[in-house]
């Protein structure tokens, strides 16, 4: 039972950055009816995105939302000896993008760095990561970096994604201190529906081609794609997610010994709002309890997580409080975490 815990470790800061160029998602119309946008939009919720433009990455976001919190915390970048970074649109095939943004964040070459490529559940499966190597004494502060640019990888000429995608990036610093206390960590993967989620091409087992590249009709309904472009099989994920995250959230809450009824905060990935819907009902969970960001940034994959923390819940994490994070998604793979959050520095959200 993939079940992690952890004591004396957490979130001392977290910062997020976004692109400024709004999507409004009822004007959305360039290849859709407007009848058909709206009936997609009113259906997932999500009434605004924001895109990045063509010369910005998901390690420029990240890059703005880590000084936006080094210069609230005052950080000391000398301190910083672990970096993680979370994405699947890093900056090239090879380097690692950790790399890149250690060098431009200024942090010592004796600094750890290394990518972790997860989609929708690699914030929780990053701060796993992180926690296990703040266990060793000589990892003083960690940043945690997640950060995703979907709005290039979805085709707009597909209906079925066309609506859902956004962009964003998250910088977290991870420390020790005895007011966290016990956390706890479920990791789940299913690499059998692995088909659900996919870019079929543009990797080394299907190479870019000039056919790979050319956009062909999908389906009986006219969308259309190429095969470095992304696709999802809406359904099977809907029933996947109603499925297995009731079970995940079983399991932590008896492994835990935690009532979720003092659980002040259910944070989930913001897919779209029908499915995050039907979890609340289907937990019991009281909806003023779940905060929600899909109507104004969309799904910006595993970024999701900890954007809804920044934008919904920057005045409520001064003061203790418990959280209970559930992301899911491609691979498949889905996690659970439940995190005790006090006196977290979280600043405006930085718009780039």
């Known amino acids: ?125 990053g701060l796993s990561v992180v926690y296990s190597f703040m266990q060793h004494q000589n990892i003083r502060k960690a940043l945690l970096l997640d950060g995703e640019t979907r709005s290039k990888v979805y085709s707009p000429k597909d209906r079925k994604t066309a609506f859902l995608f956004g962009d964003g990036g998250v910088a977290t610093i991870i420390e020790r201190n005895k007011i966290f206390g016990y956390s706890y960590f479920s990791m789940n993967s299913d690499g059998s529906r692995e088909s659900l989620i996919k870019i079929n091409a543009g990797g080394y087992r299907n190479p870019s081609s000039l056919d790979t590249l050319k956009e062909k009709i999908v389906d009986e309904l006219g ?77 910006v994959s595993s970024v999701s997580l900890p954007l809804t923390i920044v934008s919904e819940l920057n005045n409520e994490l001064k003061e203790r409080k418990q959280l209970f994070l559930s992301a899911f998604g491609v691979g498949m793979t889905w996690a659970s975490a439940i995190i005790n959050v006090e006196n977290c520095i979280i600043p405006d959200i930085v718009e780039v």
């Not at 609230?72 to 979370?86: G, Q, S, Y």
């Not at 969308?223 to 959230?249: H, L, S």
């Open 223 to 299: 969308n259309i794609r190429n095969e470095e472009q992304g696709y999802m099989n809406g359904g099977d994920v809907f029933n996947f997610v109603i499925r297995e995250i009731p079970k995940d959230f079983k399991k932590i809450i008896d492994y835990s010994g935690v009532d979720k009824v003092k659980i002040d905060y259910f944070v989930f990935h913001q897919a779209n709002d029908y499915m995050n819907s039907y979890l609340v009902k289907k937990l019991k969970i009281e909806p003023a309890k779940v905060p929600s960001t899909i109507a104004k940034f969309g799904n």
């Open 1 to 125: 039972m993939a079940i992690l815990r952890f004591s004396d470790i957490g979130m001392s800061g977290i910062a997020a950055a976004i692109p400024e160029n709004i999507i409004n998602n009822y004007e959305y119309t360039l290849h859709f009816p407007i009848d058909q946008v709206k009936q997609v939009v009113d259906k997932v919720g999500i009434r605004e995105r924001r895109f990045a433009d063509d010369n910005t990455c998901a390690s420029d976001l990240c890059f703005a939302a880590a000084n936006k919190l080094f210069q609230e915390m005052a950080v000391d970048k000398n301190e910083i000896d672990l970096l993680v970074f979370v994405s699947q649109t890093p900056d090239y095939r090879m380097p690692a993008t950790s790399l890149l943004l250690q060098d431009r964040l200024g942090l010592s070459n004796s600094t750890i760095a290394f990518d972790i490529n997860l989609g929708c559940s690699g914030f929780i499966y």
